[in-house]
C-alpha cells in the first residue's frame, strides 16, 4: 500500500481513537492497533524523547469514577438539554461512563424538586450530581454534600433573541433563498445529515457567508435546546484564551505562567501557550487514546480530569514533564484544562469575575445566550468536554472564525490567532499525523469530503462544527453518542451534498 494511503489512515484510526471513542471500554485501547508498524515507529519516535519521569496513576475506585460520569450525564441530560432520564442513560455520554459500567448501578433516584442525581452502587457508595443553574450540573466529591464553591448566576446583556435579526438573534430575514446556491442540493444535504435514524442526529445547521441557509432538529428539540458538543469545548477553550491575548493579559508565544512550574529548574517552566494549544506540551497525562497506552495502566488522567470530584486545575497542573515541549503531539485533556487554568488566573488576576466570563467578553459579542459551561466542584471550568450548547450557537462561533476572528467590526481575536489554530501542529507533523492544530482538528488527511484547508470543532459522539473559508461556510452537526459512527456517514454524505450545492468562493471579509 502507498505510504502516503497508510499515513492518512494511520491519522483517522487515532483521530478515531482520540475523538470519537475517548471514554470506550476500559479493557479496549489503541494497543490492538500496535502491530501496525506506522504504530509501532509513533510510539518509537516518542519513546527516543521520553524523559525520566514517572505516571502517577488517579486515586479511586474506577468503577466509582465511571459512575460518578454517568450520575453528572444523566443530571445534565434532564436538567439542561430536558431528555428523559432513560433515553440518555441509553444513548448518552459513553465517553465518562462506559455502557457496560451502568448496568453495575443498583439504585437510580432522580430528585426533579431539589435537581439532583443520586446512583448507589453494591459496595453502597453513592454518587451524586447537583445542577446548579448557569454552572449546569457538577458532580459531588466522594461522600461529599456540597460544592467548594458558590455558583454564580450568569446574565446576559441581550435583548430578547426573538427581537434581534440573525446572528445577533433569531430572527431569520424574510428574503429568497441565494440565487448563487442549489437549494435542491441543500435540502439533499439536510436529508443525508439525519439519515440513518439508527445515526441520532440531533441538531444540523449550516451557514453560507454568515447567513443561515439549513437548520434541521430532531423531533422534541429546537434552535433553543443545549446539547452535549463534548470536546467541541477544547475550541472554545482556545477562544477564551484568543481573547486574554488580544486584551494583553497573555502572549502565545509566552512561556505558561502555571504558578505550580516556577520553582527554579522546573523544566515544564519552558512550556509556551503555545505548545498547550498545539496538544503539544508534553505533560504526562495518559489518555486511552494514546497509541502507547496499556490497558492494565488503569483509569487515565484524561477521564480523571471529568470525573475525580477534585480541583481538575491543580491535578493537570502538578502531573511531570514526559516529553520536551513541541516534540510529541498526543490528545490530552490536561492541556485544555491548563489553559482554563490559566485563563481564570488571567480573569481573576485583573480583578473580574470568572464565571461570567465567557458571557460577558464573548457570548454577548456574538449573539450566544444559551452556551451552558460546567465546573468541578471548585468551580474550575471543565470546558475541555463539559459545556452544553445549541446548534446555532455552535454556528456563530464557527463564523467569528470564518470571519478571522472579527464580529460586525470589532477584533475579538487577534490577528494570525485563526491562521494559528487552523494550520498543522509542528509536533503532530513530526509523528506523521497532519491532523491537529491548536484546539482545532484539521482535515489534513481528507478525512472529511471538504477541501484539505477545512479546520473544525470536534467532540465525542461525533459532534462536529466545519469551518470552510473556501465555500463561505459553517456547517454543525450535534447528535446522541449513541448514533456516533452511522450519524458520521450521514454526515459525510451530508458534506458531499453542500460542497455540489455550494459555489467556491473568495472570502468574503
Known amino acids: 500500500m ?3 494511503i497508510l499515513t492518512a489512515l494511520l491519522a483517522s484510526v487515532l483521530l478515531l481513537l482520540s475523538c470519537m471513542n475517548e471514554g470506550g471500554n476500559e479493557g479496549a485501547s489503541s ?29 479511586g475506585d474506577p468503577l466509582h469514577h465511571h459512575t460518578a460520569g454517568f450520575a453528572k450525564i444523566l443530571c445534565s441530560a434532564v436538567f439542561i438539554t430536558g431528555l428523559d432520564a432513560d433515553f440518555a442513560a441509553e444513548n448518552i455520554g459513553y465517553f465518562t461512563s462506559d455502557y457496560d459500567q451502568r448496568s453495575r448501578v443498583t439504585n437510580r433516584e432522580i430528585d426533579i424538586e431539589n435537581k439532583l442525581v443520586h446512583l448507589t452502587l453494591p459496595d453502597g457508595v453513592v454518587r451524586t450530581a447537583q445542577y446548579l443553574g448557569d454552572q449546569g450540573c457538577v458532580t459531588l466529591p466522594l461522600g461529599e454534600d456540597g460544592l467548594l464553591f458558590d455558583p454564580v448566576d450568569v446574565k446576559s446583556a441581550l435583548p430578547d433573541p426573538d427581537m434581534q435579526p440573525w446572528p445577533m438573534g433569531d430572527v431569520l430575514p424574510d428574503e429568497p433563498f441565494p440565487a448563487e446556491l442549489d437549494e435542491e442540493k441543500v435540502r439533499a444535504a439536510v436529508e443525508a445529515a439525519f439519515e440513518p435514524v439508527d445515526g441520532m442526529t440531533a441538531a444540523f445547521v449550516v451557514t453560507w457567508k454568515g447567513r443561515l441557509i439549513a437548520e434541521r432538529y430532531r423531533d422534541g428539540l429546537d434552535l433553543h435546546t443545549p446539547l452535549e458538543s463534548w470536546s467541541m469545548g477544547k475550541s472554545l477553550t482556545a477562544t477564551l484564551m484568543g481573547i486574554l491575548i488580544q486584551q494583553g493579559v497573555y502572549d502565545l508565544w509566552e512561556p505558561a505562567p502555571v504558578p505550580e512550574w516556577q520553582q527554579e529548574g522546573d523544566p515544564r517552566a519552558e512550556i509556551r501557550i503555545a505548545d498547550i494549544l498545539r496538544m503539544s506540551s508534553g505533560i504526562r497525562c495518559v489518555n486511552r487514546g494514546d497509541p502507547e497506552y496499556d490497558p492494565t495502566m488503569g483509569y487515565p488522567d484524561h477521564l480523571y480530569l471529568y ?73 474550575n471550568f471543565l470546558i475541555q468536554g463539559y459545556e452544553f450548547g445549541t446548534g446555532r450557537d455552535w454556528a456563530r462561533l464557527g463564523n467569528l472564525y470564518l470571519q478571522d476572528g472579527v464580529w460586525q467590526g470589532e477584533r475579538i481575536l487577534p490577528e494570525g490567532f485563526v491562521e494559528f489554530v487552523s494550520t498543522l501542529a509542528p509536533a503532530w507533523e513530526a509523528d506523521g499525523r497532519p491532523v491537529y492544530g491548536g484546539f482545532f482538528w484539521i482535515n489534513g488527511t481528507g478525512a472529511y469530503p471538504i477541501p484539505e484547508d477545512s479546520y473544525y470543532m470536534a467532540g465525542a459522539g461525533n459532534q462536529k462544527a466545519f469551518i470552510v473559508p473556501s465555500h463561505d461556510l459553517v456547517v454543525v452537526r450535534l447528535g446522541h453518542y449513541k448514533g456516533s459512527s452511522p450519524g458520521d456517514e450521514g454526515l459525510k454524505n451530508a458534506l458531499t451534498q453542500l460542497m455540489e450545492a455550494v459555489p467556491e468562493s473568495r472570502r468574503w471579509l
Not at 31 to 59: C, G, I, Q
Not at 319 to 334: A, E, F, I, L
Not at 352 to 357: I, L, Q, R, V, W
Open 2 to 4: 502507498n505510504r502516503s
Open 307 to 379: 470525573t475525580g470530584g477534585m480541583d481538575s486545575y491543580q491535578w493537570a497542573a502538578t502531573r511531570p514533564q514526559q516529553w520536551p515541549p513541541n516534540t510529541v503531539g498526543r490528545y490530552r485533556n490536561c492541556d485544555p484544562v491548563l489553559t482554563n487554568y490559566l485563563v481564570r488566573l488571567g480573569v481573576e488576576g485583573r480583578g473580574e469575575e470568572y464565571h461570567s466570563f465567557p458571557q460577558r467578553e464573548l457570548f454577548d459579542k456574538i449573539g450566544i445566550r444559551d452556551m451552558v459551561m460546567e465546573t468541578d466542584p471548585y468551580g
Open 31 to 59: 494497543a490492538s492497533y500496535n502491530e501496525d508498524p506506522e504504530v509501532e515507529a509513533l510510539v518509537a519516535r516518542a519513546k527516543s524523547f521520553e524523559l525520566p519521569t514517572e505516571w502517577v496513576r488517579p486515586p
